[in-house]
């Protein structure tokens, strides 16, 4: 399981711009959570997160928990011109992680030496499709706003 | 639809990293030599279409060109999955008597005028909230991370690529409008090149350019009466797939089959031809790593073979199937894929710097990665 973020915010990064729909994603990932929103009625899970089931159309959803395990899908190596924030942390890896718990389910993050080190922090060297990894939260602030995006490490370091 | 519509004139500005006039400018020069080129005057324009990223609006281009009364206007979204679908649009207008004078264009200021996506306040909310706070900010990282995939699936190496990346520098070096027209490639070059995002490196990417460039659709009978050969519309498609997620493609069953496949379909649908029959291709090289993903997808070779498909030559003139002839995104000019269009028009004419020996059929591609649209053309 994975548990809240600790440690000071990491800043100069963006913030997630979160819509209605994927606003409670975000207040999970704030306490530690990592939740995937779910049709109450056929139980497909579906991200990103919308209105409504693509399979049985229902409006009726709700956010069921992740392990927080997963598995490397695909990887980049992010070289400059960059953002300011992230031409700082540069180089540093972006993944796409399949969730063990639903392999349709994929989320987009970064891999981190440890739950409380910086982008950019996993050496690249470690980095390999199907390696398994597991979800950790970090803080991240603009100095107005405070919020928590998943990050994973390694499952064996 | 079929053979209904041809276009007819074909123009363009310089390309160039900056160019001095406006975008507003060089639409109206890009439009008024297209006009030139088929001999229709500009006052008979009565539809326009283009992209919702273009910036010069049919207001605008009407009243400077001296267009007449404009009954049909559209305009396609999704960046580069628009450029085929603009002349599809003008080709549904011109056969259902919604306008008889069609004109696309594409006028953009992308080498002189900054990178989109370092714009961090226009974002849509979706999906930028899931890729962008972890770095995933760049169209060439979203592509990028489809690219490792789809090597590490079939085995493709970055010499694929670079076979992708040297066509279409092979063609534009025969292209003196191209902006690499001097600038040879070599593999070392390729290999040696700064990352941008691995695994695509600087090669990998489109050029950044400031250029206009329209083309004008007519009816095929109108066509017999133009002052250039006319290249028909033989079929004409756009694609947006089932639980397809745009650029960032991550989230549906089977992210590496893309909107090609369903503008594929529709487009081999409603041909008399089949691939097997195109002479020459014009596909979407906004990154190396869209052509093979095309080729599959508009049905050159089967699933995972698209790389293999770009050994021995395949991609160059005398090979199986010569791509970009002008260079292409990659190597002439990035305007969004617009010159792709021209080019094929070029190409029926038998008027390309890089022409293919009697080619009659031309296969012209969107964007690939993003909703698209295709355009089969032929003599
Ligand atoms: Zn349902």
Known sequence: ?????????????LLPEPDDDGAPFWSYA???????????????????????CPR?????????????????????????????????????????????????????????AAPDAPLGSAAAGKLRIGAPVRAVFRQVGDGERLMAVPRWVLERP | MKDATAIVG?????????????????????????????????SEVDGFASYTMEETDEVEVAKSIGAGDVTFFSKVGYGGGGSCATVAHLATAVATGQATVG????????????????????????????????????????????????????????????????????????????MMYERPLTREMYMTSRWISEPLCLFDN???TDGAL???????????????????????????????????????????????WTAAQQLWKHADLCPQDVDVAQIYDAFTALVPLSLEGYGFCGRGEGAAFTEGGALEIGGR???????????EAYVHGFNLITEGVRQLRGTSTAQVPNAATCLVTAGEGVPTSALLLRS
């Open chain 2, 103 to 178: 004109v696309a264009w594409r006028s953009r200021k992308r080498g002189s005028g900054g990178r989109p996506w370092r714009n961090t306040t226009v974002q849509l909310p979706t999906p930028a909230q899931w890729t962008r706070p972890f770095g995933l900010l760049r169209p060439a990282d979203e592509i990028g991370m489809l690219t490792r995939r789809y090597m590490h699936e079939y085995g493709a190496t970055r010499d694929h690529l670079f076979n992708v990346a040297l066509a279409c520098r092979n063609r534009a070096n025969q292209n003196p409008a191209a």
């Open chain 1, 1 to 13: 399981m994975t548990t809240a973020p600790t440690g000071p915010p990491e800043t100069g990064l």
């Open chain 2, 206 to 208: 489109c050029l950044e």
């Open chain 1, 30 to 52: 704030s306490a530690g959570e990592l939740r995937v929103q779910t049709c109450s009625d056929c139980g497909r899970r579906r991200f990103p997160p919308r209105p409504c």
């Open chain 2, 214 to 260: 329209a083309c004008v659709v007519v009816s095929a009978d109108r066509a017999r009466d133009c002052r250039s050969r006319p290249v028909y519309v033989h079929s004409a498609a756009q694609g947006l797939p089932a639980q397809h997620h745009g650029m960032v493609n991550y989230w549906t069953e089977d992210p590496l089959r893309g909107p090609a």
């Open chain 2, 10 to 42: 074909i123009g363009q500005t310089p390309f160039a990293k900056r160019l001095p006039e406006s975008e507003k400018a060089l639409a109206c020069r890009a439009i008024l030599r297209a006009l030139d080129d088929a001999g229709i005057d500009p």
């Open chain 2, 321 to 331: 199937l010569p791509l970009n002839t002008s260079g292409g995104g990659l190597s």
């Open chain 1, 56 to 112: 049985c159309r229902s409006f009726e959803a709700e956010w069921q928990r992740m392990s927080g395990r997963g598995r490397i899908w695909s990887y980049v190596v992010a070289h400059p011109p960059l953002l300011p924030g992230y031409a700082e942390a540069a180089l540093y890896n972006v993944l796409v992680v399949e969730l063990a718990d639903d392999p349709a389910i994929r989320l987009v993050g970064n891999l981190v």
